[in-house]
């Protein structure tokens, strides 16, 4: 059984650039969710993918969007980069969450770490 | 709207001594919670869940729905205890994380 992998590990990227982050979903895991995590914070949710449609969203403009793919893998999709972007972006993979089944947790992936100068 | 808080930025002890790392929540429905750990140089990872009412590596959590909290305890700590603790809340598709307590375990 695989778990969640990320990449790339570090990325440093200008401001206003563009920057895809691509994520691996632990085997058996349909459903791929995204969290930024700035220095010294806690993790906080970016958006939800399940069977290739955004499934939640957190309190992040339009220019973070994502992707899934028929084999449960998923991008993150940065555009017009901010100073305050540069941050660890993890990716997390689970059974489908909703109703009964949001009892078993996320695997979470190592993160790309984004700095943006 | 749902939100975590874990009051201590860093907890310090002794090994041998109890831990208890404090999470309170606030949660219009009934609660999934959850205790995730970051050791030095790792991934996040699950430490355990409230349903499960399990107890991993000597830790446990209790729910507690009046005072909507959700304590991590531990009666002995041990130094390679010393890691990031975040408490989790589970909405319909998001995970909600405090802002994490890092444990340092001293000899």
């Known amino acids: 059984e695989t778990g969640v992998t990320q990449s790339p590990t570090h990325l440093i990227k200008t401001r206003g650039q563009q920057v895809t982050l691509r994520c691996s979903s632990q085997s058996g895991h349909n459903t791929v969710s995204w969290y930024q995590q700035a220095l010294g914070q806690g993790p906080q949710f970016i958006f939800q993918?399940?069977?290739?449609?955004?499934?939640g969203r957190g309190n992040f403009p339009p220019r973070f969007s994502g992707l899934q793919f028929p084999n449960y893998s998923s991008e993150l999709n940065v555009n017009a980069l901010e100073l305050d972007d540069s941050a660890l972006y993890l990716c997390?993979?689970?059974?489908?969450?909703?109703?009964?089944?949001?009892?078993?947790?996320?695997?979470f992936g190592s993160g790309t770490r984004l700095t943006v100068v | 709207a749902q939100r975590v808080t874990q009051p201590e930025k860093l907890l310090s002890v002794f090994k041998g001594a109890p831990v208890e790392l404090k999470c309170n929540y606030s949660y219009s429905g009934s609660p999934e919670l959850f205790w995730y750990v970051q050791y030095s140089r790792q991934r996040l990872q699950l430490l355990l869940r409230?349903?499960s009412r399990e107890s991993i590596k000597g830790f446990t959590a209790d729910l507690n729905k009046g005072e909507t909290s959700f304590h991590l305890k531990k009666p002995f700590a041990q130094e390679e205890d010393s890691a990031m603790y975040y408490c989790?809340?589970?909405?319909?598709?998001?995970?909600?994380f405090g802002k994490g307590t890092m444990l340092l375990v001293s000899p």
């Open positions: 989790a809340l589970s909405g319909y598709s998001t995970l909600t």
């Open positions: 409230h349903i």
């Open positions: 997390a993979s689970s059974l489908p969450t909703g109703g009964a089944a949001r009892n078993y947790g996320y695997t």
């Open positions: 993918y399940y069977r290739e449609e955004e499934n």
